[in-house]
């Protein structure tokens, strides 16, 4: 996976909890960009990008507008635009964003959701009844064999 300069956001301020470093409760945050390197026991909110190192742990529900994991999240992960699993990443929740790239060896035990630009959210469509449609259908076949 292509490595990106991640960290040097124009006109934002960065927020890092460095290896070692335990943080107890939640954090919300309008940093540009949030970088884990050690433990966080809580959920995270921020409206920039997250960034979870090799040695980073999550464990709570993450909501941020990308998601680049290295190492641990054990919670949901909502992001805005991407979320992007390196080698060894893992994610113990279900995830939903725009776009979803992933190591071959990166580890997701949960649902993906994707949305896709300009189609309808399947809790947008009406509801179907299938025991009506299976009798639509058999009365058609009972028509063709009169």
């Given at each position: 996976?292509?490595?990106?300069?991640?960290?040097?956001?124009?006109?934002?301020?960065?927020?890092v909890?460095?290896?070692?470093?335990?943080?107890?409760?939640?954090?919300?945050?309008?940093?540009?960009?949030?970088?884990?390197?050690?433990?966080?026991?809580?959920?995270?909110?921020?409206?920039?990008?997250?960034?979870?190192?090799?040695?980073?742990?999550?464990?709570?529900?993450?909501?941020?507008s990308?998601?680049?994991?290295?190492?641990?999240?054990?919670?949901?992960?909502?992001?805005?635009n991407?979320?992007?699993?390196?080698?060894?990443?893992?994610?113990?929740?279900?995830?939903?964003?725009?776009?979803?790239?992933?190591?071959?060896?990166?580890?997701?035990?949960?649902?993906?959701?994707?949305?896709?630009?300009?189609?309808?959210?399947?809790?947008?469509?009406?509801?179907?009844d299938?025991?009506?449609?299976?009798?639509?259908?058999e009365?058609?076949?009972?028509?063709?064999?009169?």
């Amino acid at each position: 996976m292509a490595r990106k300069n991640r960290g040097n956001v124009a006109n934002g301020e960065n927020t890092v909890v460095g290896a070692g470093t335990t943080v107890n409760g939640d954090i919300v945050s309008d940093s540009a960009v949030i970088r884990i390197d050690g433990q966080i026991n809580g959920g995270i909110n921020t409206k920039g990008d997250l960034v979870v190192g090799a040695t980073g742990v999550v464990n709570g529900a993450v909501v941020a507008s990308s998601v680049n994991l290295a190492g641990k999240i054990f919670g949901n992960v909502d992001a805005d635009n991407k979320v992007e699993i390196e080698a060894k990443g893992q994610i113990l929740g279900d995830i939903t964003a725009k776009l979803l790239a992933m190591d071959e060896t990166a580890v997701i035990k949960g649902r993906v959701n994707m949305d896709v630009p300009g189609e309808t959210k399947a809790e947008d469509k009406p509801a179907t009844d299938s025991s009506s449609e299976e009798v639509k259908t058999e009365e058609k076949e009972a028509d063709k064999e009169e």
